[in-house]
């Protein structure tokens, strides 16, 4: 993970290393292994880059911005389908791609091919042209600026009281192409065909940037195509007789369903595997003070001890060797202000439920050292640490969801006993397997034939999936990667999320069966077959809810007065 900072200044008198300067300390939080600068001149004015790393890949750490033949490269994520030496990271190997780039076409051609969560800045020196994107499914946070002088793209920003600047997240619609002497317009080279819900967030962006997008030819990553063979089974084509545990012991020896788990098995396991391994073989603690050896834990799982995390838990528990120690964080906040009870003060749903999860990982895995990290936060503690530095993460955001989720990851990411660089999280599970109250609503509230009603379970998880990024994956990137950890998120790459959503809802999903059973079916399903017989059948609850952090009269997509800037 890293930290990365470009401006454009149309005027080369005016002063940017104040603004620059304010956000030097978050920026080195994200990335506080090792940083770099690179100013230049242009036709028009200036630009500047900057660089924060946390080093996560290959045997040496690499400064950034990286400078290759006529390339300034700024590169924050983790590629993995790529063929390289475990001793190259992915940083060095993508610079030597870009720097073989001669035309637009060659860098289309280039980033069509990458898979893993990324955000890219590349700037031409010859022609004076600079490319920017976020990966096809946005996992990672870029925001742009629009301000008197120029623009600015980086990884996280604040509200800037002096300043009249226009923020918002970058939406992850392809590569985007701009002539630094000239923002009155971009060039999108857009991931897929734009539809309604990409068109109204192109006119979004030229509103708030005051520039106008020309959308040329999709890039189509050959992933997002799709060509899975059909499955042929339903969910609601079994009944229920006796008791949960019979039903499903029944489903997993049907074929057609066994294929489905068997193919979500190999390609999950695959994704696990590759975002726990790549990594230094040190922990925080170890790599700071340069020790030759490191038995602490490297991996955290942010666990609320629901199906999704707890899955997570148990694959990684497959993958490691078995003398690592695992963390499983866990975050509650002070929720009976009456009581003298400390204990009875943190005995939020989440912790009940983690708990019980983490004596079912212990019965399944005896030989494993599981750290249990249990982080209490006082709503003292809460208000002052929102008001003083949570708020300018989650900017430019300002929903009271935001301020929830966002204050829920910080402080779990922020656990000071946690030694590890690298956080497992189950984010796009809910949205993949239809887990939230909205998709069964869908569902119950349709009446006509069960084509009818799945058809408006199937709208729904798309409205959910195209606005995944926006909702989520950049602010909890933000929050997260404040803490100098990497927010890697399984359920989220491209081959898993392929399969799944070739999949028809009703073999994801099945609405007849009762909370806890029928949402995230098939995810559900896997899990009891791994053997988690008792966490397949544990309710779901939003987190911030399960922590008690949210108020649940408050309308979640109104705006925080929390996180509103005077």
Request: hydrophobic share 40%.
């Amino acid at each position: 993970m890293c930290g990365i900072f470009c401006t454009i200044s149309l005027n080369s008198q005016i002063n940017f290393w104040k603004m620059y300067n304010s956000l030097k300390l978050t920026m080195k939080k994200r990335g506080p292994d090792a940083h770099n600068e690179i100013l230049l001149n242009h036709d028009a004015g200036l630009i500047f880059f900057a660089g924060f790393v946390l080093w996560q890949q290959g045997a040496n750490l690499e400064k950034q911005p990286v400078v290759k033949n006529d390339f300034i490269i700024l590169f924050n994520g983790d590629l993995y389908n790529i063929q390289k030496s475990v001793s190259m990271s992915d940083t060095t190997w993508l610079a030597n791609r870009i720097s073989e780039c001669y035309t637009h076409e060659d860098l289309v051609s280039l980033v069509k091919v990458l898979q893993g969560p990324f955000c890219l800045i590349i700037y031409n020196k010859r022609n004076q042209m600079l490319y920017f994107a976020r990966d096809t499914l946005g996992r990672n946070s870029l925001i742009i600026e629009r301000h008197h002088s120029g623009l600015n793209l980086l990884s996280t920003s604040r509200h800037y009281v002096t300043e009249q600047i226009t923020s918002i997240e970058l939406p992850p619609l392809g590569l985007y192409q701009l002539r630094v002497n000239d923002l009155s317009s971009c060039v999108l080279y857009p991931w897929q065909p734009i539809n309604e819900y990409t068109g109204h967030l192109i006119q979004v962006v030229d509103l708030a940037l005051n520039w106008k997008t020309e959308v040329k030819k999709s890039i189509s990553p050959s992933w997002l195509l799709g060509n899975e063979t059909p499955l042929n089974y339903s969910f609601y084509n079994y009944e229920y007789i006796d008791n949960f545990k019979t039903l499903c012991d029944n489903m997993i020896i049907q074929p057609q369903i066994k294929i489905a788990l068997d193919k979500l098995d190999k390609l999950l396991c695959a994704s696990v595997d590759a975002r726990i391994k790549s990594k230094p073989p040190f922990c925080s603690i170890c790599l700071k003070h340069k020790s030759n050896e490191c038995r602490h834990a490297k991996i955290c799982i942010l666990f609320s001890g629901g199906i999704d995390c707890t899955i997570l838990a148990l694959i990684s528990h497959k993958l490691l060797p078995i003398e690592e120690p695992i963390e499983l964080i866990n975050v509650a906040f002070e929720y009976n202000l009456k009581t003298s009870n400390l204990e009875q003060a943190w005995n939020v749903p989440d912790r009940k439920t983690c708990l019980k999860s983490v004596d079912e990982l212990k019965r399944i895995c005896p030989g494993r050292c599981w750290t249990l990290l249990e982080v209490n936060v006082t709503r003292l503690e809460l208000a002052r640490i929102l008001s003083s530095h949570i708020k300018n993460l989650i900017y430019p955001l300002q929903k009271i969801l935001d301020e929830s989720l966002g204050c829920a990851f910080w402080f779990a990411s922020h656990s000071s006993s946690s030694t590890s660089r690298v956080a497992i999280i189950g984010s796009g599970a809910d949205e993949l397997f239809g887990g939230y109250t909205r998709h069964r609503n869908s569902y119950i509230r349709c009446h006509g034939e069960e084509s009818i009603r799945h058809n408006a379970v199937k709208r729904e998880l798309d409205v959910d999936w195209q606005r995944l990024p926006a909702r989520n994956l950049a602010r909890d990137d933000r929050v997260i990667a404040d803490n100098g950890k990497t927010a890697r998120a399984p359920f989220l790459e491209e081959n898993f999320v392929a399969f799944v959503r070739s999949l028809e809802p009703y073999q994801k999903c099945c609405f007849t069966l009762p909370e806890g059973i029928g949402d995230k079916l098939l995810l559900r399903l896997y899990g009891y077959r791994m053997g988690l017989k008792e966490v397949a059948f544990f309710k779901k609850k939003a987190i911030q809810f399960g922590s008690r952090i949210a108020n649940k009269n408050r309308n979640a997509s109104e705006n925080s007065d929390n996180l509103i800037f005077t």
